[in-house]
């Protein structure tokens, strides 16, 4: 790139554009912002030729973040929202180009966060538990139902990083076993 190429996409005075990324479709650049120090923030996109900036989450009170894109549905971002009930965040397809926004996955009010596999389809969940410890769920499809696959208490480490490419499996940050954590593949049949 060129050493005058650059130039600004937003102009916040008050509080600062600290979490933002790429549209995949390369046109777009996505970013979370509140609105006076409210924490509902709300996911915009900014297309660069034209620098026009819109909400793609426009509800009063309602919180927003980003769940994930994909290269091959650059049109779509999936965003958790708090729209149905405030203490739940579903997941929504957002689309850039119409910003019509659709429920994808309802939340039964324990996720604290959804990952997706490489088709964009909302295939895991992690869950804290009552007991203070975590849990991951698990999918085939988007129309089969949750299972858990594996659940520790509080006195255990879990993470949930992604599935992997075939789908068939996914990746773990677990100290199950141990005294410390490690990386695993687990199988999810």
Known sequence: LGSTDDAPVTADKKRG???YQW?????????LQDSDGDENFHVFAVELASKNTRDLTPFNGVRASIVDTHPRQSDTV?????????????VHRVSLKTGAIELD??????????????????????????????EVRVRETAK?????????????????????LDGKGVFLGTSIGTDTQRVVEKNVK
């Open 105 to 134: 996955t309802q939340n039964p009010g324990d996720v604290t966060s959804w990952v997706t596999d490489d088709k964009l389809l909302v295939r895991g969940a992690f869950v804290s538990t009552q007991e203070g410890g975590e």
């Open 78 to 90: 999936l965003v958790a929202l708090n729209l149905r009930d405030r203490k739940a965040f579903d």
């Open 23 to 31: 549209a995949e479709d390369g046109k777009s650049v996505l970013y």
């Open 17 to 19: 554009i600290r979490n």
């Open 144 to 164: 089969l139902p949750w299972k858990s696959l594996v659940k520790v208490g509080p006195e255990e480490s879990l993470s949930f990083y992604g599935f992997t």
